[in-house]
Each structure stands twice: as structure tokens, then as C-alpha cells.
């Protein structure tokens, strides 16, 4: 069965696990999201330490270390949402190029991206919209076959004519419980619309131009719950990802580092970004997870100033898949040298 899921996962981008949590996991996920902090909304799941028992399961650590083929790493990648209105945009996160850390990231013929997404969704997805959306094995083709024209839509009356998208779609029909695993470099969107006729899967656009015809079923009407988190294995693409991530920290107008809650928490004596503690390096070794110190080093850096002891620590600790966009570079800056 292994076998099995890990060629699903590389051929198609994603694979579904069905029931892995059982019903006792799922209300102690969903009373978890309803009870966390503010301050802990702000940490990655590491270092706010209430999702431990799920990041370290054996099961997913199985799953995650065939998947990568090898050594499993964290880097701080993860989210919650509790509430949250469901995001319809067709993306994939898969970011970096060797001539812009910004770009989109474009695999090479055969290549599988390997950084990969971990995420239990806590409603019914059978009967509701707002669930992952998919283009199968679109993690394998140029990002213009899936940046361009999504397909048209014409509606005369009640007849609706759909012209399909150039490429494969699949709504996730996952139930609480389930686990989805899907590749960074996989197109998605993250809240799908789900069409009172269940013959049509429709494509993003297509959706958004008949949402005022009132023609899909409705989002859960309690607060919509999941959680995600990534591991990845060594690898050029996920490296770049990476990378993006900790210098948008550092450098975006949006970055978590400029929000007022997180300045609120930095003044309590808290960060946001701290899976470098002991503590936490001793349960990672046990599990054999290894670890990206990125956002860490990307965090103390921006707290300081300059590159403190504790950020030259981290710098020879991590371990980085390639020399490209370093952040040693960052020290040899003259504002933080």
C-alpha cells in the first residue's frame, strides 16, 4: 500500500489517505485550533509545541520519508485556519529560479519537486465547497500550460455550457480524517466551489463567473477548519523555496515581522520562529527529522539587526541543498553587519 501511495504521489502531485485520523484525533485537532493563542496562531507548529503528536506520527513520518526518499526536514512551513473563508486562486507555492529568488520554479523534464504538503482538513468536502481543488500531474508540466486559459463558460437560461480546461481537474471529496499530501509545485486552489450537478468540475474561472447564480453548495456553516504543514527532502527546488520564504520575511511589506501582533509577541519575550531550542533539536533527532534554521536565522536577524552569536550558530548549523541565495550573504550587508 505504500508503494502504492508514494507512486500515486509522484505521478498525479497529490494522494489522499483516507481516515488516518479517527474520530477522537479529529476532535482533539479541531479543539487544539479553537484553543490556540494568539501569540501560538503567530509560531510554526514546532515552536508553539501543540501539534507535536501529529507532526511526529509514525505514520506520517513514514509517508513523509518514502515520499522524499530519503532524510525528512522541516523548515517552519506550516498553517492553521480556524475560522477562515476558503481561498480561490489557482497557484502553485513552488517558488525560485537560479535567476530570480521571486519566480515561479520550473522543473526540468522528469523532475519531481521534492517538497511536499501535509494537510488534514476538518470538514465534510463530500457534500460542502471550500475543499482543495487539483490539477493532476500538473506538478510535471511548464507553468504556462497552467497559467493560461482555464477553459470558457457559457450560460444561456438554465443550460450551461462548459468548455473544458486544457488540463486534468479534481475536486479532493475528503471527509475529517483524511490526510492529503500534495507536491509544492502541484497547481490547486485551496477552496473549491462544488456544483449543485455533480457532473461538473469546473475550473477556477469558471467557477468565479457562476458564482452569482447561486448554483454551488454552500461552505460548512460552522468555522471552516485545517491545518497544514510541509516537509521536504534535499533538492534544488525546494532549497529556493526555502530560501524565498526567509528572505520575504526580511524583505515583503506583508511579512509576518511588520504585523503588529507579531511585534506584540516579540516584546513579551516570544518568537515566532524558535525549532532551534534543545528541546525541540532532541525530539527531531529521535523522530529523524532534520532541520532547515531558515526563518530562525531569518527571524533573529530582524530582531537584532545584525547578526548576532546565536545567528552564526544557526548559519553553521543549516544545512543548505545549494550555494544559491545564501544567507550567509546576508551578513557580508551592510545593514546587519
Request: charged letters at 25%.
Amino acid at each position: 500500500m505504500l508503494r502504492d501511495l508514494v507512486s500515486e504521489a509522484h505521478r498525479n502531485g497529490y494522494c489522499i489517505i483516507r481516515g488516518l485520523l479517527n474520530d477522537n484525533e479529529v476532535t482533539r485537532l479541531r479543539e487544539t485550533l479553537v484553543n490556540l493563542t494568539p501569540y501560538e496562531k503567530l509560531q510554526d507548529f514546532l515552536s508553539n509545541g501543540r501539534f507535536n503528536w501529529l507532526l511526529f506520527d509514525d505514520r506520517v513520518l513514514e509517508l513523509a520519508s518514502a515520499i522524499v526518499g530519503g532524510d525528512i526536514f522541516y523548515y517552519g512551513e506550516t498553517s492553521q485556519s480556524f475560522p477562515h473563508q476558503s481561498f480561490h486562486s489557482w497557484h502553485c507555492d513552488s517558488r525560485g529560479s537560479l535567476n530570480d529568488l521571486d519566480a515561479f520554479y520550473e522543473v526540468r523534464d522528469g523532475e519531481i519537486y521534492n517538497g511536499w504538503r501535509f494537510g488534514f482538513y476538518l470538514d465534510d468536502y463530500e457534500i460542502y465547497s471550500g475543499g482543495l481543488k487539483v490539477s493532476p500531474g500538473s506538478h510535471l508540466r511548464p507553468l504556462l500550460d497552467l497559467l493560461g486559459h482555464q477553459g470558457g463558460i457559457e450560460v444561456s437560461g438554465s443550460n450551461i455550457k462548459v468548455t473544458p480546461a486544457p488540463y486534468p481537474i479534481v475536486n479532493c471529496d475528503t471527509r475529517p480524517g483524511d490526510l492529503v499530501i500534495f507536491n509544492l509545485r502541484l497547481f490547486h486552489s485551496g477552496g473549491f466551489l462544488r456544483h449543485l450537478d455533480p457532473s461538473l468540475t469546473l475550473s477556477v474561472d469558471q467557477e468565479l463567473k457562476l458564482k452569482q447564480f447561486n448554483c454551488f453548495a454552500p461552505e460548512p456553516a460552522y468555522p471552516r477548519a485545517y491545518l497544514f504543514f510541509d516537509y521536504c527532502g534535499r533538492g534544488l527546488g525546494p532549497d529556493l523555496y526555502i530560501k524565498w520564504r526567509a528572505h520575504r520575511l526580511l524583505s515583503s511589506p506583508k511579512s509576518l515581522f511588520r504585523d503588529s501582533s507579531y511585534i506584540e509577541l516579540v516584546r513579551s519575550g516570544e518568537r515566532a520562529f524558535s525549532y532551534d531550542r534543545e528541546d525541540i533539536q532532541v525530539m527531531c533527532t529521535a523522530h529523524r527529522v532534520s532541520l532547515r534554521y531558515d526563518r530562525c536565522l531569518a527571524e533573529e536577524i530582524w530582531c537584532h539587526g545584525t547578526f548576532t552569536e546565536r545567528a552564526n550558530e544557526l548559519l553553521t548549523r543549516n544545512e543548505e541543498f545549494s550555494s544559491f541565495y545564501s544567507l550567509s550573504r546576508l551578513r557580508e550587508e551592510s545593514q546587519y553587519n
